[in-house]
């Protein structure tokens, strides 16, 4: 099984290479980096023409070379990746797909932590997607920790991001059945968050084991 993890920043790559070596054994992994596209979204405030056209070309580049599962990494390109998947003929897999097939199973009360405002957008969209094919009625509330991930990528302060993010959680945490963290990066909250109630759900574990998931489909077809 060929996987292509497509990436707009490295800050997550060996951690997503170590999940799949754990959960997906045998898997062959490539990657597509392009660590400018996350900064051309933020300094943007959002998608732009110049970045859906080069993640366009990244999914097609992964298909032309033979990839059998697109992993895209990136949440805040989440709606570009849905979009995408009318015109790719490999599966394409967002890696905070699995954690809002679990969000919405858990509880119809969904507080969504984010530290880029740009991914409050696709990720809520995503959640609100993944509501509709399960038919739940959901209640979608955002909580933005903003600045905390450019604090983390440009200063490498964990101590202080996890402050501002820990604040979020906590005040979804009142008014929610379960958090939702947006981006994958939070993951080094993970043993911090683990005993939390109601539950705070990560993206890259829960993702990967999707992501197995759709791969167990695929090869169930062949």
């Given at each position: 099984?060929?996987?292509?993890?497509?990436?707009?920043?490295?800050?997550?790559?060996?951690?997503?290479?170590?999940?799949?070596?754990?959960?997906?054994?045998?898997?062959?992994?490539?990657?597509?980096?392009?660590?400018?596209?996350?900064?051309?979204?933020?300094?943007?405030?959002?998608?732009?023409?110049?970045?859906?056209?080069?993640?366009?070309?990244?999914?097609?580049?992964?298909?032309?070379?033979?990839?059998?599962?697109?992993?895209?990494?990136?949440?805040?390109?989440?709606?570009?990746?849905?979009?995408?998947?009318?015109?790719?003929q490999i599966p394409i897999?967002?890696?905070?797909?699995?954690?809002?097939?679990?969000?919405?199973?858990?509880g119809s009360r969904i507080?969504?932590?984010?530290?880029?405002?740009?991914?409050?957008?696709?990720?809520?969209?995503?959640?609100?997607?993944?509501?509709?094919?399960?038919?739940?009625?959901?209640?979608?509330?955002?909580?933005?920790?903003?600045?905390?991930?450019?604090?983390?990528?440009?200063?490498?302060?964990?101590?202080?991001?996890?402050?501002?993010?820990?604040?979020?959680v906590e005040l979804a945490?009142?008014?929610?059945?379960?958090?939702?963290?947006?981006?994958?990066?939070?993951?080094?909250?993970?043993?911090?968050?683990?005993?939390?109630?109601?539950?705070?759900?990560?993206?890259?574990?829960?993702?990967?084991?999707?992501?197995?998931?759709?791969?167990?489909?695929?090869?169930?077809?062949?």
């Open positions: 099984m060929e996987i292509m993890i497509v990436e707009t920043s490295a800050v997550s790559s060996e951690l997503l290479k170590q999940l799949i070596k754990q959960i997906i054994p045998g898997a062959s992994v490539h990657e597509i980096i392009d660590s400018s596209l996350i900064d051309e979204v933020v300094d943007n405030g959002g998608v732009t023409p110049h970045v859906r056209h080069r993640m366009n070309t990244y999914f097609r580049f992964a298909e032309e070379l033979g990839a059998d599962i697109i992993l895209n990494q990136c949440s805040s390109v989440g709606d570009v990746a849905a979009r995408a998947q009318n015109t790719i897999v967002s890696i905070d797909k699995g954690m809002a097939v679990k969000a919405v199973q858990t507080g969504l932590v984010a530290t880029v405002a740009t991914t409050v957008e696709p990720s809520s969209n995503n959640i609100l997607r993944t509501a509709k094919e399960l038919g739940r009625e959901i209640t979608l509330t955002p909580y933005l920790a903003d600045g905390a991930m450019d604090l983390l990528i440009k200063t490498g302060d964990k101590e202080t991001h996890n402050k501002m993010v820990i604040g979020a945490a009142k008014e929610n059945d379960v958090v939702v963290l947006a981006q994958g990066s939070m993951v080094v909250l993970e043993p911090l968050l683990a005993h939390f109630e109601p539950p705070v759900l990560l993206s890259p574990r829960i993702g990967i084991e999707y992501l197995k998931s759709v791969i167990d489909g695929l090869e169930k077809k062949v």
